[in-house]
């Protein structure tokens, strides 16, 4: 009994110790949020157009990346379109001069403490003019001979396959050929014979005769047997795929991407002429080497493949060659089955010998290597890749979203989207970084950081975590502004007006970035996607879903035979927990995932799917028996549910939506959920363009809620919510596309109401600052603790700052100095064509009253200067204090310890965009602008170009109405 004094105490250290733990790791989450660490900052594209460089303007660029909050930058080494006669040439991809250019910025991003990463090739794919035949990316080709009774005892000559000279395009190809006509390099493979005319079901009629054949003289010396047979003579040489779209000094043949010979030679190549530069990575700034979209068309070939094949599926491939050209020479489903195993032993060829070899080769010189591996992929590219195993193999997955511009697929599926894929994958196999090549569009100068956010804080509700600006051209001088750029953008470069005004925009990324990187992802679900390649998952509930509320993870085949489970849920080697598995339908199943869902039923998993017809390995009778076993509601080991829904099942399951309000089936809010030492992190985005105030239920227990707001960095305790044994309910008010954080953790309850209810029909606009309830609406509202009700009588007090205004020019483009505007209006509506066209900064100047007695104050009341509506972005000042940048909805700041009795003097500076003086210099003739873009797509008009003297002018400037507000806080 002596020594129970003593095991309390031990157990009392260790309780106290993991308090401190867990409150250090509260302390250090919210120092990171409020001031974002560099490597949650995002990044950029660095284009470097045809290779044509500006030393000197690469470290004015640089430093501007830093000044705007950018921690680095992917060189991406380009060429421009045919219509493109704007840029210059410049040296050939990794010349001594070119890697001069590499080494000032990586130096450059050195000094500032940035990192950067290099493409390996000029445009994509891998690839450049390096590469010999031997290593260049490979096709299969074929010659067709008829044998008929005629030539049956002759010895028959086989006609040379016909390798082409032009590609698919029409282009002349880069395949090398010797004098005889035939390429340089070449392989024989096989020749088989078929019979004619007729459709093979068993492949026993298929002769392979290529022992027969001599390569020499090509001819066949065998004996026919009867009938009349077509003999196939295969060969291996060059494909057409060169770089897509290379600077022209730097054109190339691309990589045999399924040899891991030719991966070590072009690593070995580009790495080699960066250590000229940089005899050190890990002394550098070089921290990555990224491998960009696989594009490749056509046929494909690698020399190992036949082997490789046979070692995977226990059967040759020769006698299938016909069918890679002719499908229906085979029984249809012969001619499935061979699709299924060829298309999966190509995937594992380009997983292992390029993605996990590139990563293997970086990571021993103290690189990363990221990619968007095998992708963009199916369905948009006809990639032969399975994405999350292809994309777990490499240090960093990327992916990508566009801004205005989709492509649909038949189900509704943006195939363009690749977040939720990317995500997964990541998380899955536990790379922590979900890379994302964001905000990519056709629309040029169309858009600023308001019209983007919706797109990335969509993103991060699938997951992204990382942004890589699509991107920021590198900007020579040659031309006039804007200048050349990539023809897709955004924009994001120190050329573009409003980009010095983006620091709060990338801080406001990095928040958000910062949290999603630091915790885990929570999801009820797990969605098993099939064992099909190639493969896809689609943007957030799209191909699958589970029901309003709720999310989901995406795992493959890999993953899935290493799942567990643990008190009847399902466990992720990452350690995440699921209720339930959900099985993509498949008509067949891989006897490993049968054997594995046999494990976890008898450990009590809960797995819902539809019965598959057939195992899909040959002969595997005693995994054929399992199918039946397994969808046995008599099997007293548990079975597969056939008759519910992942969201039906939950619900008997008496789990609760994660997430929920009135009327969240129409998603008016999107969220995401994140966990990490006892701590929720939900994100909450407002879907709508419009502000929408709902009384959210978070499914949470004994916790307290904060709100972390990413565009401040500051964190909140609201005072109005309410606790119950199943959730935590709380009124959110999000403004037009507004997100923010709600966060969960122990802590004692503070909550003076448990809820606020309109008593007017208007809704409530529930706002907390600095740990103080605002209504930012006028109206009665009910306040509820317990059994007790509270009638607030809301008013906000508003002083129109209206009348005349100074309107600044900087003194370009011809414009006025100044002028005097009798309202707030858009430039584009000045009669002035040099204003209504105008693309630039100006300043709004104007002095103001501020009456003493406009309002009593009161403990905790707020006075704020709401600038209405503005267009793209302005920074603001009042009597000589920066307030910040407008940026986003709302365009409000706190003045209440700034505003002053009697004259106030505001100045607000606005920037937009360069559309309006691009297409008044196109109506006008005027010679102001000059650039390589002739056309642009606009809001409102997907995959439609639109000449600049057809592009609708943007509103411009300062709009408002602006306005003093006073509002008190909830009592």
Known sequence: ?????????????????????????????????????????????????????????????????????????????IGVNASDTVTPAGPAFLSSESLQAIKIALDEAKKYGMEAGLNMASSWN????????????????????????????????????????????????????NRNGKPVYYREIAVVALPSKEVIADTAKIIDV??????????????????????????????????????????????????????????????????TIVPDFRESSLKSLYLASYEARGMTWTPSLPVVFRDMHRYDIYKFLPLLFNKDLYQPSLAERFQTDFQKTLSELMINNFYRKAKEITNSYGLKINSESGGPGYPLHNVPVEPLKSLGAIDIPRGEFWINHNRLNKDGIDVLRMVKEVSAASHIYQRKIVEQEAFTTFQHWQEAPSDMKP????????????????????????????????????HYNLKNIWFPKTEPFNNYLSR???????????????????????????????????????????????????????????????????????????????????????????????????????????????????????????????????????LGLLKKMNIQPDVSYPGFEFNDFDYTHYKTNGMDFYYIRNTRNH????????????????????????????????????????????????AIFYVF?????????????????????VFTYRNRTYILNDGVFELNKGSQNYVFDNHISMQPIDGAWELFFPGVF?????????????????????????????????????????????????????????????????????????????????????????????VIEVANTWSNRLTGDAITGGNYTDTNINATNIPGLNKVYVPWTQVPLIKSGLLGPVTLKTVNPVE
């Not at 009994?1 to 309390?8: G, H, I, R, T």
């Not at 040489?237 to 054109?251: D, I, Q, R, V």
């Not at 307290?704 to 709380?730: C, F, H, K, M, R």
């Open 210 to 275: 290529t022992r027969f054949f001599d390569p020499q003289s090509e001819t066949l010396n065998w004996q026919v047997p009867e009938g009349d047979w077509d003999v196939y003579r295969f060969i291996t040489s060059n494909s057409t795929e060169k770089l897509m779209l290379p600077s022209p000094n730097s054109t190339g043949p691309i990589i045999d991407h399924f040899d891991a010979n030719a991966t070590q030679m072009h690593f070995d190549y580009v790495i080699e002429k960066l250590r």
């Open 691 to 738: 502000w929408v105030s709902k009384n959210v239920a978070f499914r949470q227990q004994n916790k307290i809620p904060e709100i972390w707001n990413p565009q401040s960095g500051e964190t909140d305790s609201p005072d109005i919510y309410s606790l119950n044994s199943a959730s935590v309910s709380i009124p959110v008010s999000l403004p037009p596309y507004g």
């Open 814 to 906: 011809d414009t006025p100095e100044k002028v005097i505007l009798p309202e707030l209006t858009s430039w584009t509506e000045s009669k002035n064509e040099k204003i209504k066209y105008y693309s630039g900064t100006a300043t709004y100047k104007k002095t103001f009253q501020y009456d003493i007695n406009s309002a009593f104050k009161k403990e905790g009341q707020k006075i704020f200067l709401d600038l209405g509506e503005l267009s793209k972005i302005g920074s603001v000042i009042l009597n000589d204090v920066s307030l910040g940048i407008a940026w986003t909805k709302p365009y409000w700041f706190d003045v209440t310890d700034i505003i002053r009795p009697g004259d106030n003097t505001l």
């Open 126 to 177: 891998a690839g450049g003019s390096w590469v010999t035949p031997e290593f260049a990316s490979k096709a299969i080709y074929m010659s067709k001979t008829k044998i008929d009774n005629i030539k049956k005892q002759q010895k028959i000559k086989l006609p040379f396959p016909e390798v082409p000279k032009n590609d698919n395009r029409g282009q002349e190809t880069i395949i090398k050929f």
């Open 512 to 646: 958000v970035s910062f949290i999603l990187q630091e915790a885990d992802f929570y999801a009820d679900v797990l969605y098993y996607y099939g064992d099909r390649t190639p493969n896809f998952t689609g943007h957030k509930n799209s191909r699958f879903a589970v029901g309003p509320g709720y999310d989901y993870e995406v795992i493959n085949t890999e993953i899935f035979t290493r799942l567990t489970v643990e008190n009847k849920k399902l466990k992720l080697p990452s350690g995440a927990i699921f209720e339930l598995l959900y099985l993509e339908p498949e008509k067949e199943m891989h006897p490993d995932v049968l054997k594995k869902i046999e494990d976890l039923l008898r450990q009590g998993a809960q797995i819902i799917g539809e019965k598959p017809l057939r195992v899909s390995v040959r002969d595997d009778n005693e995994t054929k028996q399992l199918i039946d076993k397994l969808w046995d509601k008599n099997n007293k080991s548990g079975f597969v549910i056939t008759d519910a829904t992942p």
């Open 1 to 77: 009994m002596k020594k129970l004094p003593f095991v309390f105490l031990i157990l009392g250290c260790l309780f106290g110790s993991q308090l401190v733990l867990s409150q250090n790791r509260y302390d250090a989450l919210k120092k990171g949020f409020e001031t974002p660490p560099q490597y949650a900052r995002p990044k950029v594209y660095y284009w470097w157009l045809n290779g044509y460089i500006d030393t000197n303007r690469i470290k004015e660029e640089i430093k501007a990346m830093h000044e705007v909050g950018i921690m680095g930058f992917d060189i991406f080494e």
């Open 745 to 765: 953790r122990k802590g004692e309850n503070r909550a003076k109401y448990d809820q606020v209810t309109s008593l007017n029909q208007s809704d409530s606009r």
């Open 455 to 490: 797109y990335g804080d969509r993103a991060f509700c699938e997951g992204m975590n990382k942004v890589v600006f699509h991107g920021f051209t590198h900007y020579p001088g040659n031309i006039k502004e804007p200048g050349s750029v990539y023809s897709a953008g955004t």
